[in-house]
């Protein structure tokens, strides 16, 4: 079982509409979870981190956290087609110094 | 405040050579990563230095593989006798804790 994963995708959706990215993470103890968004041919860039259980909204990007289920998630609404791109999910675990990346979810954002 | 610069931004080098990637972290930043990225793959951790500690090298792939930070800033990865198999993105990453870690452009690598 990876440490940390996601859906490979890819996900299309229209413009306008709800993306709806997964994370599931296989250490209890994860402090800290992060959403990078990486352009084709570009470094990844954080974008939102969460480190408590529930929503954390910023514009129209809204991190969610369930500790007990193991799993966080990110929703774009609105999505734009600016907003294709690979999404990464990276934990910070309970004994880890170093993030673990989930491999990416590619998203399309269909004019 | 500049970001997380790295250089060269496009190395070639042919195979067996030794090859050298400079990471210039966030100022103030007190932890420094290096990843690897192979074409459509994920991220995978190469080491990290957290202040004058000894560095994590959990992730160096082999003894070809070195890296050193001098006077807790910028950092030099080394590989030693490239191999094709090395040819990947090289991103740095700093953090001012074990947090939000940022990346730098990265160097894309080409052994051929």
């Known amino acids: 079982q990876k440490e940390v994963e996601q859906n490979s995708g890819p996900l299309s959706v229209p413009e306008g509409a709800i993306a709806s990215l997964n994370c599931t993470y296989s250490d209890r103890g994860s402090q800290s979870f992060f959403w990078y968004r990486q352009y084709s041919g570009k470094s990844p860039e954080l974008i939102m981190f969460?480190?408590?259980?529930g929503d954390k909204e910023d514009g129209r990007f809204t991190a969610q956290l369930n500790k007990a289920s193991q799993y966080v998630s990110l929703l774009i609404r609105d999505s734009q087609p600016s907003d294709s791109a690979t999404y990464l999910c990276?934990?910070?675990?309970?004994?880890?110094?170093?993030?673990?990346f989930g491999s990416g979810t590619q998203l399309t954002v269909l004019p | 405040g500049a970001g997380v610069s790295q250089s060269p931004s496009n190395k070639v080098t042919e195979k067996g050579k030794d090859v050298e990637l400079r990471c210039d972290p966030i100022?103030?930043?007190?932890?420094l990563y290096w990843y690897r990225q192979s074409l459509g793959q994920g991220l995978e951790f190469l080491i990290y230095f957290q202040g004058n500690s000894a560095p994590d090298k959990s992730g160096l792939p082999s003894d070809r593989f070195s890296a050193e930070r001098t006077g807790g800033s910028v950092s030099t990865l080394t590989i030693q006798r490239t191999q094709q198999e090395d040819s990947a993105v090289y991103l740095c990453?700093?953090?001012?804790?074990?947090?939000?870690?940022?990346f730098g452009p990265g160097t894309r690598l080409t052994v051929t």
């Open positions: 990453a700093s953090s001012s804790d074990f947090h939000e870690q940022y």
């Open positions: 969460i480190y408590s259980n």
């Open positions: 100022s103030g930043h007190t932890a």
């Open positions: 990276a934990v910070l675990g309970s004994s880890a110094r170093q993030l673990t």
